[in-house]
């Protein structure tokens, strides 16, 4: 056992894109639990693009991170030390958690996962948020229907190809956008998408478009806004559904986003479009969880990871979203678990 920490603080408050300077390694003591306390070793820590949003000192559905504090987010760890009657040393938790190699904390923030379920990292992926955002966009805002046309922005990650495939589920004619040619392969190859447009690589993304969705757009789960959700809107069908997830071609913008004026669009094609943030689904997480667990353990449900290795590679990771380095759920493995 280490005497000395590492955390990762926010250093200054980005403009545009995040770089090294957006991040600051500190060490401090391990703090000895206290009762009613934990110490957790982290072994995954996730990153995601939300997180860019935090790092501004805007007014969101999420605090602001706080210039000089560490960053938090979810992480899943092994309890190393215990003063709560709730954990033993050798359980595996997770929670919303500082970036730190150890942290103290009151047990009420962390709970127990099961890795005889699933592996760990599918805590911060599949089996968490992020098929929990996939699960209930496309089935409570996007409502596809067998036969129907469903193209998904950023396909290639994390939420988008769980998505495409709970579309799929549906049976669903599943058309997914990404930003290279082996996500698009992927896609196709592994997910059984039905179509796949690499947008960097087509010099009309809108023809492009036309031509993967001969009968036209009746879902679009975007998660990247920008031009790529220009291109798709001009293709709706009548009362086309769009789950807007997110938007992370607009997260590292220093200026106002402009796009095509939508409003026409959804009077004609009569479209609804909706923004949700997952939380809004907490009381229904059990429901998701159990559906995701079940759909994985029967084979209809598959996931991928791309795992950096190493506490100094936090900040890489992160940065990678915003470049496309990512094939499914991106995060960084700290440390071993103990069996
Ligand atoms: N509403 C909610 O509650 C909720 C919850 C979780 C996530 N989200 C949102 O869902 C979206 C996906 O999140 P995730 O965790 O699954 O991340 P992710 O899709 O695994 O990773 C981000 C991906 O975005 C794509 N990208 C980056 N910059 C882009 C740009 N300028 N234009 C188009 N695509 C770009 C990249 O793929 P390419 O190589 O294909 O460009 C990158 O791999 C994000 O917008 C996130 O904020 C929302």
Redo the contacts with the bound molecule.
Sequence with gaps: MPETNEKILLAERPEGMPSHDTFDYQEESIEQPQDGQVLVKTIYLSV???MRGRMSSAKSYVEPFEVNEVINGTVVGEVVESKSSLFEPGDKVMGMLGWRRYNTIEDAAVRKIDDTIAPLSAYLGILG??GL?AYF?MLDIGKPAAGETVVI????????MAAGQIAKLRGARVVGI???NK?TEYLKNELGFDETVN?NQVSDLTAALEEACPKGVDVYFD??G?P?SDAVMSQLNDFARIPV?????SYNKTEADVGPRVQPILVKSRALIQG????DYAPRFQEGSEKLAAWLSEGKLTYEETIVEGFENVPDAFLG??????L???LVKVSEPSK
């Design positions: 995601d693009p939300y948020i992020t955002t966009g922005s950023g396909a290639a990650g994390a939420v988008g990404a930003g290279t996500k947008y998660n990247v920008g790529v997830c997110g938007a992370i071609s949700f943030i997952v939380s979203l915003f470049t496309g380095e990512n499914g759920k991106q």
